[in-house]
């Protein structure tokens, strides 16, 4: 990114040094480096650059002693555009005109995009896998995830549950038993597959 370098307060209060012209092919800073004593300063853009650039602030304070970036965007610059950006210092107090000219970017990005013809073909799916082969590989993660014990407890409290509710034959607990076996169904399911 280019800059452009600004003194303030070199040769006397509220003096501004600047060069008198400025060329860039994109957005640039203002360095506004102070000399002297704390200052404000005003950017102010003519209307033949305002309509391509643009700052964040107008007015800046910069401190003594101290360097402050200002940066300028630049945006939908399609030829060479001129202008002049005018800095002001002491309330109005000095003045300095810089000519400024803007050119396109010489690196502009095509509107094409290269796409490969891998990726014009939609990608190949592996084939379905059966049931039968879906519980051959849950049993194989359980034994791998060493779930085999609780497998059999889970099958003894199945077991213990359905007892108790066929001796009992009462609706509540029937339904307290199918509600726990469902949740330890679910939570079995989850941890095999």
Do not use: C
């Amino acid at each position: 990114m280019s800059t452009l370098s600004v003194e303030l307060n070199g040769d006397a209060v509220h003096s501004i040094g600047a060069p008198g012209r400025f060329e860039t092919t994109g957005p640039f800073a203002v360095a506004l480096e102070n000399e002297g004593r704390s200052t404000h300063v005003h950017l102010h853009f003519d209307d033949d650059l305002d309509r391509f650039v643009s700052v964040a602030e107008t007015n800046h304070f910069v401190d003594d002693e101290a360097t402050r970036h200002v940066h300028v965007s630049v945006d939908g610059v399609t030829e060479p555009v001129r202008g002049k950006l005018k800095i002001v210092t002491g309330y109005g107090s000095e003045t300095r005109y810089v000519d400024i000219r803007i050119d396109p970017p010489e690196d502009t990005v095509s509107e094409e995009v290269a796409v490969d013809e891998a990726f014009a073909k939609p990608p190949e799916r592996p084939p379905e896998v059966s049931p039968a082969q879906r519980v051959a590989n849950a049993v194989d993660r359980l034994i791998e995830r060493g779930g085999v014990p609780g497998a059999i407890a889970a099958f003894l409290a199945l077991a213990v549950g359905v007892a108790i509710a066929l001796a009992l034959d009462s609706a509540v607990v029937t339904a307290a038993v199918v509600v726990v076996l469902t949740v330890s169904l679910g939570a079995a399911l989850l941890a095999v597959w």
